[in-house]
């Protein structure tokens, strides 16, 4: 058993969810925060081994894993970022997701019915053929399971921040 593994069980607990930071806020500014591609790939591989010793560890919904989908979560990856989640963030903007940029709110809920974003907006979540337009989508093998990641991990301009295909090297 993993250090980390056997403080957590120490304490009582059975299940958790990883999760990664990623390049923004804060963390686009400080590399050290993140994790490197060779540390990406130790913690996949840390989780299918506690996984497979009957913990149940599981990663984070943030992007398609290729040959580690099914290995580390519970299901397989979707964004469902406006698609069947969407949130209402503190100043009433009506977002898919808290941790998307501002680009990608639908509207407020103080200006706009918020039913009515929901059956008409959130166009860009829906649709994401416009992501396969540009690097490192346009060309890749695995779009139709990856649909250009999680919203998330996408900048103002659109373009994608980290593809976990790349840095797992697949």
């Not at 053929?129 to 998330?152: I, L, R, V």
Request: include cysteine; charged fraction near 25%; hydrophobic fraction near 35%.
């Amino acid at each position: 058993m993993h250090n980390s593994t056997f403080y957590l069980w120490s304490l009582g607990v059975r299940d958790w969810r990883i999760f990664g930071i990623d390049p923004m806020g804060r963390a686009a500014s400080n590399p050290e925060l993140l994790l490197t591609d060779e540390q990406f790939r130790f913690l996949m591989h840390f989780i299918v081994s506690e996984r497979e010793a009957g913990r149940h560890v599981s990663y984070s919904c943030e992007g398609y894993l290729g040959t580690y989908e099914g290995r580390v979560r519970d299901h397989l990856y979707q964004c469902a970022a406006g698609i069947s989640v969407a949130s209402i963030l503190i100043d009433g903007s009506i977002s898919a997701c808290t941790s998307i940029r501002g680009k990608y709110y639908q509207g407020n809920i103080y200006k706009d019915s918020f039913w009515d974003i929901w059956e008409n907006g959130f166009k860009p979540y829906r649709d994401r053929s416009w992501m396969k337009q540009s690097e490192p989508c346009k060309d890749c093998k695995a779009w139709t399971f990856c649909e250009g990641n999680g919203m998330h991990l996408r900048r103002e301009d659109g373009s994608l921040m980290l593809c976990h295909l790349h840095r797992l090297g697949q």
